[in-house]
């Protein structure tokens, strides 16, 4: 009979499949993260595929929490810079426990298997808690990012809009109110 390890690695493509295709529907334009799998039109996607890939076979090592930091990274990253909620950010993560459980208990020989995922499901949860720091502290750089803006006036080149449609649009009001 084989242990939990090996029907995680045996599962892996299933398991990393559904977990992928889970994490990409949360976005609007999932469909496109789904269907291009080129790095360089669809860097979300990739970097996701890439993220949970390599997170997924750190779980399975039992690797440590500064390790999974880069995985991590690369997938809560691109997160934190959308219109997410940090629970909505950091759900993915959890989400594997989910698609792990639905994985093994269609099969019949790995089911028995269920009942063992306490530690695995730990590890899991220990990777969500790093993800949530890495979002606070990539919202925090963009907040400075921000402020700092506001403070050397940039923000008047990049919050302002096209001045001749700002002009067209004051034409517009006008002639609304004659």
């Not at 969500?128 to 979002?135: R, S, V």
């Not at 008047?156 to 517009?172: F, K, V, Y």
Request: charged letters at 30%.
């Amino acid at each position: 009979m084989m242990n939990l390890i090996e029907a995680l690695q045996k599962k892996k493509k299933e398991i990393l499949d559904t977990w992928v295709e889970r994490t990409l529907d949360s976005y609007t334009s999932s469909g496109f993260f789904k269907r291009s799998k080129d790095q360089f039109a669809n860097p979300v996607g990739a970097n996701i595929r890439e993220g949970l890939s390599r997170l997924y076979d750190l779980l399975l090592a039992k690797a440590g929490q500064e390790e999974m930091t880069q995985p991590l990274d690369q997938v809560i990253r691109i997160r934190a810079v959308q219109e997410f909620t940090p629970a909505q950010a950091v759900a993915p993560i959890l989400e594997l426990k989910w698609v792990v459980k639905q994985v093994l208990s269609a099969d019949d020989k790995a089911r028995p298997l269920l009942a063992e995922l306490d530690s695995f499901d730990c590890d899991v949860d220990r990777a969500a808690l790093a993800a949530f720091d890495i979002y606070v502290t990539c919202r925090e750089q963009l907040y400075k990012n921000r402020i700092n803006e506001l403070k050397s006036g940039r923000s008047i080149l990049t919050d302002s809009g096209c001045p001749s449609a700002l002009l067209r649009q004051d034409q517009e009001d006008i002639a609304k109110l004659h």
